[in-house]
């Protein structure tokens, strides 16, 4: 059967006329950008796969002009992507201080002790609750991904291996268990059924119960040009004016909302059910109307952030060239998830890195998803000794830079990505 290509336009346009919000179900028109066919940013290739095709799906990211939510179809299931995960938190550890302090000043605010009990979502390695047990609070994890699961199972920390959602909540219900305090660090993106999973944490709270969402701040995102944070395990974006639509359908309610550091800028939202005792925080109204001034409740805030990547994808490009016209040497530090999206849409290969390296044994001797850029211990960066190293964590620049202040002795310098190039030489530099 042959179709006429204008038949196949009607097609493409009918497919996407259809698309519908994965919160509201509005049908959603609109782009926010389209970073063209990537791989899945976590497959990382062996070497006996080297020959293999790949699989690329589109990054097209669309926004709902209903409830603002900046959004990625499903194109990969999250069993897909968690079975096997490559990603094991404790191997940051900014991250894991981060960690301790946020279950140091919970237990505190919020009375937790041994009758309590405190339930992570995608809890991978055990990274956070690993420091409520010092405290003597019960904890449970649930954790998708059995490899990580595992190291976590291995330092004592209780973990379930499965996918949250309602029929979850249900059974854990039924064993009697219900929660005084939910967490979810970085999950909420990678969840495509929003509602069935904010509906079985609305089941699984406690009358009086919290639960604590971080989650990358889309203004960020936006305001810093952090489009490398978009990838196919990062089904959404989330503004504070979208998490408190989505906690009002499924009866909870935002009470009170921190501003982090952690992921190039993040919120933490404090849920509570909405016939609860907790009253709403000045934090909250302050944020929600900064966002409206902000223009996060505007269509043009978001359609015209595209502009802005394509002009960041030059600028690196434009040093990456001259580096190499002038005969110097580049490798990469990190290969994180944000770090396979930058590479693949700029086009960067081995012909601008030899390498890069990572702390994550895992990742060593593989390469990345696309460009196939070999990752080796951190110690080959000593004996390469690069005149330019490429930090693709950028989010953890301070930390990478004050671990790595030896290579100012060859007289390297550090290359930030985002939200545009900046060159730092360790020697002179003041986190």
Request: proline share 7%; net charge negative; aromatic share 10%.
């Amino acid at each position: 059967m042959n179709f006429h290509p204008a038949d196949m336009r009607r097609q493409d346009a009918d497919i996407e006329h259809e698309r519908r919000c994965r919160l509201c179900a509005a049908p959603i028109r609109h782009t926010f950008i389209d970073l063209g066919m990537s791989p899945p940013c976590e497959n990382f290739i062996s070497p006996d796969r080297l020959g293999n095709m790949e699989t690329y799906y589109p990054l097209h990211v669309m926004v709902c002009e209903e409830c603002f939510l900046v959004q990625l179809p499903e194109h990969i299931s999250p069993q897909e992507i968690f079975t096997e995960y490559a990603y094991f938190s404790s191997y940051s550890t900014s991250w894991v201080a981060h960690a301790k302090r946020y279950c140091d000043h919970a237990a505190a605010r919020f009375g937790l002790g041994q009758d309590s009990l405190v339930v992570e979502l995608a809890s991978n390695d055990g990274y956070l609750l690993q420091h409520f047990q010092p405290l003597g609070v019960p904890t449970l994890g649930i954790e998708p991904a059995a490899n990580v699961a595992q190291a976590a199972i291995a330092k004592g920390v209780p973990t379930r291996i499965d996918f949250f959602g309602v029929r979850l909540a249900r059974e854990l219900i039924a064993e009697g268990k219900q929660a005084d305090l939910i967490v979810g660090n970085n999950v909420l993106a990678q969840v495509p059924d929003l509602n069935d999973f904010v509906a079985g944490i609305a089941l699984l709270t406690k009358p009086q119960g919290v639960v604590t969402l971080e989650f990358p701040h889309v203004e960020r995102l936006i305001d810093e040009n952090q489009f490398d944070t978009i990838y196919h395990e990062h089904f959404s974006y989330f503004s504070l004016t979208t998490i408190d639509m989505m906690a009002a359908r499924h009866g909870l309610k935002v009470f009170d909302v921190e501003e982090l550091p952690t992921h190039g800028g993040s919120l933490r939202v404090y849920l509570a059910r909405a016939d609860s005792n907790y009253r709403p925080s000045p934090a909250v109204s302050g944020l929600l109307e900064r966002e409206v001034s902000g223009g996060l409740k505007e269509m043009t805030t978001y359609t015209s952030f595209a502009d802005r990547a394509h002009g960041a994808k030059r600028d690196l490009l434009s040093f990456l060239i001259a580096a190499k016209n002038e005969g110097k040497t580049i490798c990469g530090y990190g290969a994180p998830g944000k770090g396979n999206t930058l590479l693949n849409y700029c086009a960067i290969g081995t012909d601008f890195l030899d390498f890069t390296v990572d702390r994550n044994p895992y990742k060593h001797g593989r390469f990345t998803p696309g460009m196939h850029i070999p990752i080796k211990p951190v110690e080959a960066i000593q004996e390469a000794k690069p005149d330019y190293i490429l930090i693709l964590p950028w989010n953890l620049k301070d930390e990478i830079v004050k671990q790595m202040s030896h290579v100012a002795t060859w007289g390297a310098k550090f290359v930030v990505p985002i939200p545009f190039v900046k060159v730092i030489d360790p020697a002179e530099h003041q986190p």
